[in-house]
């Protein structure tokens, strides 16, 4: 089976650039509700990382910012990130995508030359499965 039936596109998912601020950050963090989001290059689409709440925690608090004007406005390209998911390619097998899912919230999607295409779920998978059985 394509992978790309499971696939939430770009266009649907909350993400964040490389060259956010981290008031960026967290604002789209907040206002999806979601504790993890992609990091996406900005001029080139490429999928870079994951995002954590807790990796903004952690920038927050562990450097030593000058003001709060300045951590604001520290780029994300810049945080250190406890966790990277694994992309999977657009053309993946199945027990690919099987196998990231198993230990991901999701798993992003990138084309043949790593830009950022999408996600798809670990819920998507498993309501696809139960469908099997």
């Known amino acids: 089976m394509n992978i790309l039936f499971f696939l939430t596109p770009k266009s649907e998912v909350c993400y964040v650039y490389d060259s956010d601020t981290m008031a960026q950050a967290i604002d789209k963090v907040l ?7 992609p990091v996406v290059d900005e001029s080139s689409g490429r999928y870079e990382g994951t995002l954590a709440a807790d990796d903004l925690l952690r920038a927050l ?14 780029l994300v390209r810049s ?11 657009a053309d ?3 027990e690919d995508l099987l196998h990231y899912a198993e230990s991901q919230n ?15 779920t670990r819920r998507d998978v498993i309501r696809y499965l139960e469908k099997r059985s």
């Open 31 to 37: 206002t999806h509700g979601y504790t993890t989001v």
């Open 61 to 74: 608090t562990r450097r030593p910012w000058q003001s709060v004007e300045e951590a604001a406005g520290s």
């Open 79 to 89: 945080f250190d990130r406890r966790r990277d998911y694994r992309p999977v390619r």
């Open 92 to 94: 993946a097998e199945i």
């Open 106 to 120: 999701f798993v992003p999607v990138v084309d043949d030359t790593g830009a950022f295409i999408g996600i798809v």
